[in-house]
């Protein structure tokens, strides 16, 4: 099988053959159909203190079950977060890890939809929206944040503000649900609002904070870091709350699973809708990566073996 890898920080992303890999006690062998392309990964290749096998989010076909399966036959068709080698033609994926996915849905919709889905809901949950409420979200044309608007909305949202990188955004933001669409480096963020879903932390935290209302949230679910100083939420009984997806994939199976169904049911009534920028073939993973470090996507980059 063809499999993608790097051996040193920085790349470059290579093609290798490698062998179908045997699938464990508990696991999927997945003849994968789609491979999502996250920002935490593309910073993994550029970031990271030693080459990693490039996992993430995939969804195809089970070939092949391991010793102790009980949840998923041969033939299903599923997609799951795969911690292993998943830029590949196979992948191995821990069967508590898999959802299947449903006969009126593709394998480009579920690795567009279930896990950027999932960190979209559960950071839009740790903000505790109210019904009324004005909601802003960062990254808003990202594949994450594309999903975070919509959801806003289903929250109870009166205005959902999209910030983004770059105006040429606005459009494809505002389609999806934005009532506005600022920019990062415009000085008036406009209207206070009562909590921000943020993804980019660094510099951007002070203008995030300072764009809540009195006693508004902001959930940081970034891998980017940044530093909030303490006067500026005391001055506004502001708070800032720290979401990670993992915790409670881990942690809280049950939510992670409610959350999943909860997707798919909004998927089904056309209320949720991602959207993929791009299909690009594995030998292309490099071209994709370039894509999500450099802010251009709108919506959803995907490998497609």
Not at 106 to 128: C, E, K, N, P
Not at 218 to 233: F, N
Request: proline share 6%.
């Amino acid at each position: 099988m063809r499999r993608v890898r790097y051996d040193s920080i920085g790349g470059p992303l290579f093609l290798e053959e490698a062998p179908v890999p045997e699938p464990g006690p508990g696991e999927l062998l997945v003849r994968c159909a789609a491979i999502g392309v996250t920002l935490p990964v593309v910073r993994k290749v550029t970031e990271g203190t030693e080459p990693i096998s490039l996992g993430g989010e995939i969804a195809g076909e089970v070939v092949a079950v391991g010793p102790g399966v009980a949840g998923f036959r041969v033939g299903e068709r599923v997609t799951g977060l795969c911690f292993g080698h998943g830029y590949a033609d196979f992948a191995l994926l821990n069967e508590a890890m898999a959802s299947p996915v449903p006969e009126d849905a593709s394998a480009v919709d579920a690795v567009a939809l279930v896990r950027s889905g999932l960190v979209a809901l559960g950071a839009l949950t740790a903000a505790r929206p109210e019904p009324g409420e004005a909601a802003l979200v960062t990254a808003a044309a990202s594949g994450v944040g594309h999903l975070a608007v919509q959801l806003a909305r289903t929250r109870g949202a009166a205005r959902v503000v999209g910030a983004v990188s770059d105006p040429a955004k606005s459009d494809f933001v505002g389609a999806v649900g934005a009532d506005d669409v600022i920019a990062y480096d415009r000085a008036d963020w406009g209207a206070p609002v009562d909590y921000v879903l943020d993804a980019v932390g660094g510099a951007l935290l002070t203008p995030a904070v300072a764009a809540l209302a009195p006693g508004g949230r902001l959930v940081a679910y970034s891998s980017g870091g940044g530093t909030i100083r303490a006067y500026d939420l005391l001055v506004g009984a502001k708070s800032v709350i720290g979401f990670q997806m993992a915790h409670v994939a881990r942690g809280r199976p049950e939510v992670y699973e409610r959350w999943r169904q909860e997707l798919w049911q909004l998927f089904a009534e056309g209320t949720l809708k991602p959207a993929v920028h791009r299909e690009f073939g594995l030998e292309d993973a490099a071209e994709a990566h370039e894509t999500i470090e450099s802010r251009s996507n709108l919506g959803k980059v995907v490998l497609v073996p």
